[in-house]
């Protein structure tokens, strides 16, 4: 039995079309960056985090970033999001004193 194939891409296949190893992608879940399930002895990741797990791919294999770097990268990005949501939030407040 197979997860339903309209939310879930084996990572076999990642790996095939990503041309990466299988032991990157079993690092980054080692490493909580990305979710993987497991069904009948096979992987699966989510469509939703593929693009994420592109840009994980981006930063090991083309900037040599190792997995830790990515964590922090990642940790940094959210913060970065989280200030500038933080920062129109704030704008939006203050245009109703203006």
């Known amino acids: 039995m197979e997860p339903d194939e309209e939310m879930y891409t084996p990572v076999t296949r990642i790996c095939e079309e990503y041309n990466v190893e299988p032991d990157f992608i079993l690092e980054l879940y080692e490493f909580g960056l990305?979710?993987?399930?497991?069904?009948d002895d096979q992987k699966y990741i989510r469509?939703?985090?593929?693009?994420?797990l592109e840009r994980m791919i981006h930063l090991r294999y083309e900037l040599d970033i190792n997995v830790a770097g990515i964590e922090a990268i990642g940790h940094l990005l959210n913060r970065v999001e989280s200030l500038q949501q933080e920062v129109i939030s704030l704008r939006n407040q203050l245009q109703r004193w203006l």
């Open 34 to 39: 990305i979710d993987l399930t497991e069904l």
């Open 47 to 52: 469509h939703q985090t593929i693009g994420e």
